[in-house]
């Protein structure tokens, strides 16, 4: 089992950037991706960023509507992992879970980011 807890999320004004924490725990030596979803109102889940958990390996992954605007980084260590989010759009505006894969899928319980002037 692993458990995430996601903090960070507000209100924003266009433009503007937050950013994302995601504390993992449990059985974390078994993570190999961690990574951030979200889900706009009346629309599906979406990959916005990926990044390998492992300790030999850095690897970050974005959606292209996130590209430069979004830095998806870990502290291992920490178990945390983080989502910085720039030049935020209002189409942004979601409510962002953290992904942990071992082979099973374990989410979070989101946090809501609104992007509204």
């Known amino acids: 089992q692993v458990q995430l807890v996601e903090s960070g999320g507000g209100l924003v004004q266009p433009g503007g950037s937050l950013r994302l924490s995601c504390a993992a725990s449990?059985?974390?030596?078994?993570?190999?991706?961690m990574g951030w979803y979200r889900q706009a109102p009346g629309k599906g889940r979406e990959l916005v960023a990926t990044?390998?958990?492992?300790?030999?390996?850095?690897?970050?992954n974005y959606a292209d509507s996130v590209k430069g605007r979004f830095t998806i980084s870990r502290e291992n260590d920490k178990n945390m992992v983080y989502l910085q989010m720039n030049s935020l759009k209002p189409e942004d505006t979601a409510v962002y879970y953290c992904?942990?894969?071992?082979?099973?899928?374990?989410w979070g319980k989101g946090t809501l980011v609104t992007v509204s002037s």
């Open positions: 990044i390998s958990f492992g300790a030999n390996t850095n690897l970050a």
């Open positions: 992904n942990a894969f071992t082979g099973i899928s374990y």
């Open positions: 449990g059985r974390i030596f078994r993570i190999g991706v």
